[in-house]
């Protein structure tokens, strides 16, 4: 994770950084709670610009990582889903321009 982390210093700014940053967890890694954390975090600050199709392969990777505890996923993609109804203003599209990198600073 630390290799990745350093040789991808600009950060999981897209779904193709998230994917690969997933596939390079292991399940004992993925387990800590620290890690959990930052998977979330990572999930919550892509919400917006995720399509349905994306968010669904992020819940799969995070479920083959080992976290079935119904009560975090639930936790993290209720939120998620909060996150993206709040940029879609509840129905239809998102927001252009959106760069999820703003909320941030």
């Known amino acids: 994770v630390a ?6 210093r600009q950060g999981l700014r897209n779904f ?9 967890l ?5 387990s800590e709670p620290q890690m959990v954390e930052i998977v979330a975090k990572a ?19 995070f479920m083959a990582l080992g976290i079935n505890d119904r009560r975090i996923q639930q936790q993290i993609f209720g939120q998620v889903r909060r996150v993206q109804q709040s940029y879609r203003g509840g129905k239809g599209k998102m927001k252009r321009g959106y760069d999820p990198a703003d909320d941030l600073l």
């Open 3 to 8: 290799t990745y982390m350093f040789t991808h």
């Open 16 to 24: 193709d950084s998230l994917s690969e940053f997933l596939s390079y």
């Open 26 to 30: 292991n399940p004992k890694v993925a």
């Open 43 to 61: 999930i919550e600050a892509l919400a917006p610009i995720l399509n349905d199709e994306e968010l669904l392969h992020c819940k799969k990777s």
